[in-house]
């Protein structure tokens, strides 16, 4: 087992400005798997890209304003079994200390488990019981700019299950990993709608923090229109799970994501509007 860092510079896309929380811009966690399945790719292990496991987000990186640069670290740690463990990593510089801080973690392998997976589609036995507009979400639910304004038309809702139409923009790419891992913004917009069905679950504000598995079976591509179905399948007090797939327009799976974990990230200081509680969850325009 052999561990070794080298330095990356992650440019800054004028999008990222429009993926904030609490008044702070934030690195998204779509565009830090492409960062690092990049770093992976350098090291000429590219038949990994497509199968991302143990992934945990677990500090912010920030962007302050002003930046067109951040300097980084790229942690790997290669096992015995061909995978290889991923960080992403940030110093900061004291008088006499150097800090190191530790924003993801991924897993990136091969098992042949991983090709034969299926993806989550939609439960014959469930309904919708309402759906709330895109347009009221990225206003209301989701604050994003409108770069990252993904689901399209009306999101449907049941007690836990969401459906939605998801549009993947034409946005000029500063790298070539679109090739192996697709748009990011697809799955970004697929958690947004995990987001809204966990808003109308939990009394907090539910953010991505890890997944179990990431699984690309055809990477999506930008200006195409997909469809995403997400799943809750555990709920306790403070952390919500879902598992969530995206599709082609001909029904074709082009990504599975199992055991999302989602949090409050806000230490319970931004709550969910009460009109989005499921027991009022009608049609919201």
Not at 53 to 70: H, M, Q, R, W
Not at 95 to 107: D, G, L, P, S
Not at 193 to 222: M, N, Y
């Amino acid at each position: 087992m052999m561990v070794r860092q080298q330095p990356v510079t992650i440019t800054v896309q004028p999008w990222f400005r429009d993926h904030c929380f609490n008044g702070k811009v934030i690195l998204p966690a779509v565009e830090t798997m492409e960062i690092m399945a990049g770093a992976v790719k350098e090291i000429g292990a590219d038949t990994l890209l497509r199968g991302m496991s143990d992934a945990g987000f677990s500090k912010f990186l920030e962007i302050p304003k002003g930046v067109t640069e951040l300097s980084a670290l790229v942690e790997f740690d290669e096992g015995d079994e061909g995978e290889i463990g991923v960080k992403l990593l940030s110093r900061t510089f004291f008088k006499k200390i150097t800090r190191v801080k530790e924003h993801a973690r991924i897993t990136f392998s091969n098992r042949p488990q991983n090709r034969g997976e299926v993806p989550i589609d939609q439960p014959l036995s469930t309904k919708p019981t309402g759906s709330v507009a895109a347009k009221r979400i990225y206003e209301e639910l989701v604050p994003f700019g409108p770069c990252y304004h993904t689901l399209t038309g009306h999101l449907q809702l049941s007690n836990h299950v969401a459906w939605g139409t998801l549009q993947a923009p034409k946005l000029p790419q500063g790298r070539d990993m679109v090739k192996e891992l697709g748009s990011p913004f697809p799955l970004d917009g697929a958690m947004h709608a995990a987001c809204v069905l966990g808003q109308s679950l939990a009394d907090f504000i539910p953010f991505p923090v890890g997944f179990a598995e990431r699984i690309i079976h055809k990477p999506t591509r930008a200006g195409e229109q997909y469809s995403t179905t997400v799943v809750l399948v555990t709920q306790d007090s403070d952390e919500l799970v879902f598992d969530l797939s995206i599709f082609d327009a001909a029904g074709k799976p082009c990504e599975t994501v199992k055991g999302l974990q989602m949090r409050d990230v806000s230490g319970g200081q931004i709550k969910p509007p009460d009109w989005i509680k499921r027991d009022r969850l009608l049609v919201s325009g």
